[in-house]
Every structure is written in C-alpha cells, then in structure tokens.
T-cell receptor, first 116, second 111 residues
C-alpha cells in the first residue's frame, strides 16, 4: 500500500506556456501533500505544502502566483507552473502523508520538466 | 527553522565493508528522523526511520542511531553490496510529515 503516482513523468514545453502536474495517492487518502523541486545531484527543496480544501502554504522564496497548487480532493493535488521559462526546468516530486498527522512521506515518481 | 547537515557528501566503499552517514539537526522539537534512498532518476524510498523516544533501530543490514542530546543521528549499512549504491538523504520532522532534508550522500559500493 501507500502508492503515489505523478503525471506526466516528463514534459517538454515552450517558454511561456503553462504546465500542470498531477499527484495522486492511489490507495489512501492524503490530507496533506508536499511539492518538491530537485536539481541534478542536489537535495529535495520543499516548495509548498498542499492541504486538502484550503490554500497551500508556500516556502520562503517560492512564488505562489508562479507555482499554483490545488488540492481539491483527498487523493489529488496539482501543481501548475505558469508561464514556464527555461530556469523552471527541473525534477518536480510530490509526496503524501498517509492519514492525518502521518509522519512517513510517500513520494511520487517525479516529473521531469524541460522548458525550451 | 530546522537545519539539517549531512556528511559526507560522497562515500566510496568496497563491497562487504560498512558505510556510515551522519546527520545533525538544529531544532530540538524534531522528533521523527527518516532515511531515504534515491536511485538515479527515481523517487526517494524510505529505508528506515527512528523516533525520538528510541536510541537505535535495526533492520537487517541497516541501522540508525539517534543521540537527542547532541542532536545527531546516523545511518549504518553493513556488508554493503553494489545495489546499495545510491544517494541517501536524512531528514528531520516535527510531525505531520513536513520534513527538512539533508543535502544527500552519494554512496558508491565497488565490487
């Protein structure tokens, strides 16, 4: 159990377009999901905490108007990179906690975004 | 906020040897310390975790120790195998899942 999926696995887009990434918990309900960004050979950088039914909490330095997060149900959170630019190219990973107050994070497989 | 430091950044060992990765954290309120293994291009996978009310935990060839007073915890891998080669991340959390990650250790096990 505790499977998290992400879609798409990779996307190439032109500069100025918007890209939506979906994160789904397949066999459990996730009140909270997290979105990370990971650069090559670097650690996971938390971008925001996505809470079902309420606004996301963004980390310092992350533009909320640039990275729109929606957590409309207990199994789905979406991250939309608006007006993407080449510097937004990265590996985006989501994670979900199982149950309320659950400690262990279960990660999605990641989405590799390349903006041309 | 929480600050997690991880050492070393790279570690190379011979197959069969032991590997030790160390992390320190700054927030004494942190009470959950997971370790993740991430293979190239894949998702991080939880390999072991420890809570603040425990000093040591072992799972086959993997063990984690925690020193709350000194605010450091370590991952020990014994009898290393080539398939242990990956990037390992430590993390510290105060609960409800939000974790601060270390910078990662690239472990290479040479056959």
């Amino acid at each position: 159990g505790a499977v998290v999926s992400q879609h798409p696995s990779r996307v190439i887009c032109k500069s100025g377009t918007s890209v939506k990434i979906e994160c789904r918990s397949l066999d459990f309900q996730a009140t909270t999901m997290f979105w990370y960004r990971q650069f090559p050979k670097q650690s996971l950088m938390l971008m925001a905490t996505s809470n079902e039914g309420s606004k996301a909490t963004y980390e310092q330095g992350v533009e909320k108007d640039k990275f729109l997060i929606n957590h409309a149900s207990l199994t789905l959170s979406t991250l939309t990179v608006t007006s993407a630019h080449p510097e937004d190219s990265s590996f985006y990973i989501c994670s979900a906690n199982r149950g309320r107050g659950g400690e262990t994070q279960y990660f999605g497989p990641g989405t590799r975004l390349l903006v041309l | 906020g929480e600050n997690v430091e991880q050492h070393p950044s790279t570690l190379s060992v011979q197959e069969g040897d032991s590997a030790v990765i160390k992390c320190t954290y700054s927030d004494s309120a942190s009470n959950y310390f997971p370790w993740y293994k991430q293979e190239l291009g894949k998702r991080p996978q939880l390999i072991i975790d420890i809570r603040s009310n425990v000093g040591e935990k072992k799972d086959q060839r993997i063990a984690v120790t925690l020193n709350k007073t000194a605010k450091h915890f370590s991952l020990h891998i014994t009898e290393t195998q080539p398939e242990d080669s990956a990037v390992y991340f430590c993390a510290a959390s105060k609960g409800a899942g939000k974790s601060t990650f270390g910078d990662g250790t690239t472990l290479t096990v040479k056959p």
